[in-house]
């Protein structure tokens, strides 16, 4: 499809799945290098990055595990940048190599917040693996060691992104016509 529509909005084809692959191929292989020996846990942070999580894991050769988190916010519909709780690490990971595994990174204030939040648990490293990074829209110093590929501040969905909940099925990724 060279375009889907979404709710009101129009979205047009921006990323195909063939080359979203060849990116997570990347980070595959690079993380099969360095954590080599390390035993990983890797941290999917729902919602988003489920689609890139599973086909990472298809690629990894090395010993690892895999768990789930979801950011909670303390408020209601709007962002605050408030500061977010996450829900759902109930392994110890206490002397352990944890790889958030993040859909996208454009503020940087979330992975932020998360790696904090993730070293209070005692790890002995935390590393921050995204499928795809903004790096125009990133008003933080991020320190990303694995990235799928930099794109364009444009508002995308599809392989795990959604507009109010809807695209996240999508294989390829589309961008919102304006």
């Not at 195909?16 to 060849?22: D, Q, R, S, V």
């Not at 988190?69 to 690490?89: D, M, P, Q």
């Not at 996208?104 to 939040?117: H, M, P, R, S």
């Amino acid at each position: 499809m060279s375009r889907v529509k979404l709710l009101d909005r129009e979205f047009e084809l921006s990323i195909p799945e063939e080359t979203l692959l060849k990116a997570v191929d990347k980070v595959a292989e690079k993380m099969n290098k360095d954590l080599e020996g390390k035993n990983p846990l890797m941290v999917c942070v729902l919602n988003g990055s489920f689609m890139f999580a599973s086909d990472l894991m298809k690629r990894l050769t090395i010993p690892c595990e895999i768990s789930f988190v979801k950011l909670s916010s303390y408020s209601g519909t709007g962002s605050t940048g408030k500061v977010k709780e996450l829900i759902g690490l109930n392994e110890d990971i206490s002397g352990r190599t944890i790889v958030l595994l993040e859909d996208i990174v454009d503020t940087g204030l979330t992975i932020i917040n998360t790696v904090e939040q993730v070293k209070q648990m005692g790890p002995a490293d935390v590393k921050v693996a995204t499928m795809l990074f903004k790096p125009d829209a990133c008003k933080r110093d991020v320190k990303l060691d694995y990235v799928g590929m930099d794109i364009p501040n444009d508002f995308i969905v599809g392989y795990g992104l959604d507009y109010d909940g809807y695209g996240r099925n999508l294989k390829d990724i589309y961008t919102v016509v304006e």
